[in-house]
């Protein structure tokens, strides 16, 4: 069996890069940390003169990302995924390459005041992007774990993460038989 993908999905400031950088020093195997931002990085979205050009470069950034994943999905290395996706055919296009291994979407968050002065405080991200995304429907999905990060360090949260998809692979390698006596 292939190791499992991690899904961190959240608003920005949350502090999933964090999370994912503290999944990569306990993993078992080589782990990649693969993020969207990486390829927002790309452009710069001043640049973009038009919501049409905003519309390109995002499709061109979710394109080399799951690029990325269908590359790197057959092989034996974890994978640590760290999205923003709002847009819900993304997010699934994502999961369906992702399908091959067994995958965890992890709900990543704090509270806005928490949010804001990460956002604040890091510089490289437009102020007010937190609060216009904390509240979009797409991060009030059902996640399979979610990590409140102004509760814990990244390594705690790592630790949970590690700690429940161990529990979830054990269950499906050897499920309770009901019929059995205890």
Do not use: W
């Not at 920005?12 to 940390?33: D, E, Y």
């Amino acid at each position: 069996m292939k190791p499992a993908a991690t899904a961190l999905h959240g608003p920005t400031s949350a502090g999933k890069p964090s999370i994912a950088r503290a999944l990569q020093k306990c993993a078992l195997v080589p782990a990649f940390h693969i993020t969207l931002d990486a390829f927002v990085t790309m452009s710069r979205r001043r640049d973009m003169r038009s919501g049409d050009e905003q519309r390109l470069a995002h499709h061109i950034h979710c394109n080399n990302l799951k690029s990325t994943l269908s590359h790197l999905v057959e092989t034996h290395f974890e994978l640590v995924v760290d999205l923003v996706l709002r847009d819900e055919v993304e997010l699934k296009a994502c999961f369906d390459i992702l399908s091959g291994r067994p995958t965890y979407l992890i709900g990543v968050k704090a509270p806005l005041d928490t949010l804001e002065r990460r956002e604040h405080d890091r510089g490289d991200r437009g102020v007010g992007m937190a609060r216009e995304q904390i509240d979009h429907p797409a991060f009030s999905r059902r996640y399979d774990l979610v990590i409140d990060t102004s509760t814990c360090t990244p390594e705690e949260g790592a630790v949970r993460i590690r700690t429940y998809i161990h529990e979830q692979l054990r269950l499906e390698r050897h499920p309770s038989d009901p019929h059995s006596i205890a």
